[in-house]
């Protein structure tokens, strides 16, 4: 089983649309959850951390199950702008590496 | 203030050759992490360098070896490049934070290395 699992996408909504991203962890242990998005042969960035009672940034929002390990973000009124491949994203127990899935990616269109 | 920042951008390489890379961490960062992002995968954990030591290691060969330098900027090297190296080699720079007590990583641009 692989560390992070995520939706194999790729996504394509229209603008305005709601969309939503899960993830499942496979060690009960990790401590620290993420949200990085990566534009086409760009690098990753951080879109948001994640935490145990759920976090709101704008249109975005990222929740943890950590009794199911699964992680999820959802983003509302999606625009062209948010495109983009996602990435789950758990620091391992050692607190050094991040362990990243393979990414969903998201086309929105208008 | 500059971010992280990589050298080359891009590079092409025989089997067989070895390569540098070079990593300029964020200013005030002290921890620098390299990691290998193959096409349509996301990226995986080689090594991390922190005070001019590898603190952890991922699962790659040894290969795949580094160095980090007093001003924290840092180097990766591949020995004896294979096809399957082919990939974009990620930097990412971080240190404690005061406020939080954690660590937030960014990510230099990368270097896309392509072994023929």
């Known amino acids: 089983r692989k560390e992070v699992e995520q939706d194999p996408g790729p996504f394509n909504v229209p603008e305005g649309a709601t969309v939503a991203f899960n993830c499942t962890y496979s060690?009960?242990?990790?401590?620290?959850f993420f949200w990085y998005r990566q534009d086409c042969r760009k690098e990753p960035k951080l879109l948001m951390s994640?935490?145990?009672s759920g976090n709101e940034d704008g249109r975005f929002t990222a929740q943890l199950n950590r009794a199911s390990q699964y992680i999820s973000l959802l983003i509302r009124d999606s625009k062209l702008s948010d495109s983009a491949t996602y990435l789950c994203?758990?620091?391992?127990?050692?607190?050094?590496?991040?362990?990243f899935g393979k990414g969903t990616t998201l086309s929105v269109s208008s | 203030d500059a971010g992280v920042t990589q050298s080359p951008t891009h590079l092409i390489k025989t089997r067989g050759q070895q390569v540098t890379l070079r990593c300029s961490p964020k200013s005030g960062h002290d921890t620098v992490s390299w990691y290998q992002q193959a096409l349509g995968q996301g990226p995986q954990f080689i090594f991390q360098y922190y005070e001019e030591e590898e603190r952890q290691r991922g699962n790659f060969p040894d290969r795949f070896s580094g160095h980090q330098y007093p001003n924290y900027s840092s180097e990766l090297n591949v020995n004896a490049l294979l096809l399957g190296d082919s990939a974009l080699y990620l930097c990412?720079?971080?240190?404690?934070?005061?406020?939080?007590?954690?660590?937030?990583?960014?990510f230099g641009p990368g270097t896309r290395l392509l072994v023929l």
């Open positions: 994640v935490y145990s």
């Open positions: 994203v758990v620091r391992n127990q050692a607190g050094t590496a991040l362990i």
């Open positions: 060690n009960s242990a990790s401590q620290s």
């Open positions: 990412a720079s971080s240190t404690v934070s005061d406020d939080w007590g954690g660590e937030t990583q960014y």
